[in-house]
């Protein structure tokens, strides 16, 4: 692990036989209980190969109440539990810092029922993202939340995480998706706020609470959300830039002139591709000239020729005025699959060169690239920057990699706080999207100020008073 850990509270009571026991009792087949070290291990670690935990036990219930029974017992016992779903998070947030149990939501993988007149689908919090996008696409619909980890992230972790992605631009926050969630609270309460209700007004919006705390404060067991129908007419599209500045023209002109068909907007500069080409097989040079700006542009709509002239006169305008300087249309699934593929692959092309300190901050955009060109000049060549992201919603990817080495307090020192403290000086966020988990929760403040902090610990208190769920996260100590 990175940085210094924050030291195990001796509060928690350390698992025994008699717990494992337990946990036999109400669990049943003895696939649903994990002690043996290989097995365990995985769970232990995080994606990114960055976040090591020492658990010895992982419980994977099939049920709400099991989920209920389990978190009553820790609760009494002050067993400190980690809810884990694909592990797929990028802040530590999904693996032990210490040995809190681990409750995987993997065994909850069920669609349980979908309405085909208002698009609400309800599902098990262990949904893997892909396995639902792939029942409702026959059925004419689509999951209005998109990112590069859909094959093994779960619903559950996307929600927790109030994870963003490619769609957002278009579809907005789960906080406006989701119209329900069934959670159990420390204590083993089961929460029932499984509405599929667009619109309910009665007082506190509690499911709300459990969208992006990161398993802090319950674990969410069922949710419903809003699908909008499948478009049947997609586009997508590739551009080169000689400056930022022409990013954001473009940017302006396809909100202006897409309207409603615009579905998404990503940026990458040119390490990017590099990486991207340097690592994925079948990968190739976009275009004749490298350029230091790369825009990947969707639409997405239902009247193939109404969207395919709004496209065109797009093109025209951006081109006649040399805000680009090539461009490219996939005319076929194949062909967008390879762009999106530069795009996607960014992050697991970056796990490959090495150790890779990571920042999520929504800045404003003209501080945007701004950033990454003022960390290339303090770091000095030693390491490499990138920067991309999903500039149509201002949030900033920015990657510092240094190729063969392991993580280091020294590198670390050079890039943090300055990050958190730049980010904070122009109103950012130090995550947009990631959340804060064991990574970011002693640097709250930079975004959070007293009070703000002070309440999310009072509503902390009042839902888990003995902190059993996910402790050192999120919160700073
Ligand atoms: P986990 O990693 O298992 O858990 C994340 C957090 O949620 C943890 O704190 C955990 O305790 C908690 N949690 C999980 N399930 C539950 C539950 N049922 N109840 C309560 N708490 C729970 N993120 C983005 O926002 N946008 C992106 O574009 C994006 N792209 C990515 C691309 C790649 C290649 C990778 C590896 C990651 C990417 N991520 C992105 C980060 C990550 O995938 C998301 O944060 C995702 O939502 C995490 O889901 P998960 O099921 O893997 O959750
Ligand atoms: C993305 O948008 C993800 O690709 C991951 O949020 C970003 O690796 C990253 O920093
Ligand atoms: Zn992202």
Not at 92 to 120: C, Q, R
Not at 297 to 312: C, I, Q, R, Y
Not at 355 to 379: C, G, H, N, W
Not at 412 to 433: C, N, Q
Request: proline content about 5%; aromatic content about 8%.
């Amino acid at each position: 692990s990175v940085g210094n850990k924050i030291p195990r509270d001796p509060k928690y009571a350390v698992i025994n036989s008699k717990d494992i026991d337990y946990f036999r009792s109400i669990l049943k087949d003895p696939n649903q209980i994990l002690t043996d070290k290989d097995d365990v291990d995985p769970f232990n670690c995080d994606w990114m190969k960055k976040f090591k935990g020492n658990s010895q036990l992982v419980v994977k219930p099939k049920t709400t109440e099991q989920v209920s029974k389990i978190l009553s017992y820790c609760n009494e016992k002050k067993i400190a539990v980690v809810p884990q779903g694909g592990n797929t998070g990028l802040v530590g947030g999904s693996v032990p810092v210490h040995d809190e149990i681990i409750l995987s939501l993997a065994n909850m993988s069920k669609v349980e029922s979908f309405d085909p007149i208002t698009g609400v689908v309800t599902v098990q919090a262990g949904c893997i993202l892909e396995n639902i996008e792939n029942y409702l696409v026959p059925l004419g619909y689509t999951v209005p939340i998109d990112l590069g980890a859909k094959g093994s992230c779960q619903i559950g972790g996307n929600a927790s995480t109030n994870a963003g992605g490619i769609r957002l631009l278009r579809y907005g926050s789960l906080h406006g998706s989701i119209l329900g969630v069934e959670a159990v609270l420390a204590d083993g309460t089961v929460l029932d706020c499984l509405s599929t209700l667009r619109k309910d007004n009665t007082g506190y919006d509690l499911k709300q609470l459990f969208i992006g705390s990161e398993g802090t404060l319950g674990v969410i067991t069922k949710l419903s959300f809003i699908t909008p129908p499948k478009p049947t007419s997609v586009n997508v599209a590739l551009f080169s830039c000689h400056s930022f500045d022409r990013v954001q023209q473009v940017l302006i002109r396809a909100k202006k002139q897409l309207g409603d068909i615009l579905s998404a907007f990503e940026f990458m500069d040119r390490p990017c591709i590099d990486l991207v080409l340097k690592h994925q097989a079948g990968t190739r040079e976009p275009f004749d000239d490298s350029t230091p700006f790369y825009v990947l542009m969707e639409t997405s709509g239902f009247n193939e020729v109404h969207d395919g002239e709004k496209l065109s006169s797009f093109l025209e305008s951006i081109m006649g005025d040399e805000l680009i300087v090539d461009g490219s249309v996939a005319t076929d699934s194949k062909n967008m699959t390879s762009f999106w593929k530069l795009r996607e692959t960014i992050t697991e092309s970056l796990g490959k060169e090495g150790a890779t300190y990571k920042y999520d901050l929504s800045l404003p955009i003209d501080q945007f690239y701004q950033l990454v060109a003022v960390m290339r000049e303090k770091l000095d060549g030693k390491a490499l920057v990138y920067g991309f992201g999903h500039v149509g919603d201002g949030n900033l990817h920015l990657n510092i990699s240094t190729p063969n080495q392991s993580y280091s307090k020294d590198m670390l020192d050079m890039i943090e706080p300055f990050v958190y403290e730049y980010t904070s000086k122009h109103r950012g966020s130090i995550s947009a999207e990631h959340g804060i988990g064991a990574m970011k929760s002693q640097h709250l403040h930079f975004s959070k100020s007293d009070p703000a902090i002070h309440l999310m610990k009072s509503i902390k208190h009042a839902m888990d008073p003995n902190n059993i769920l996910n402790p050192y996260k999120v919160l700073p100590q």
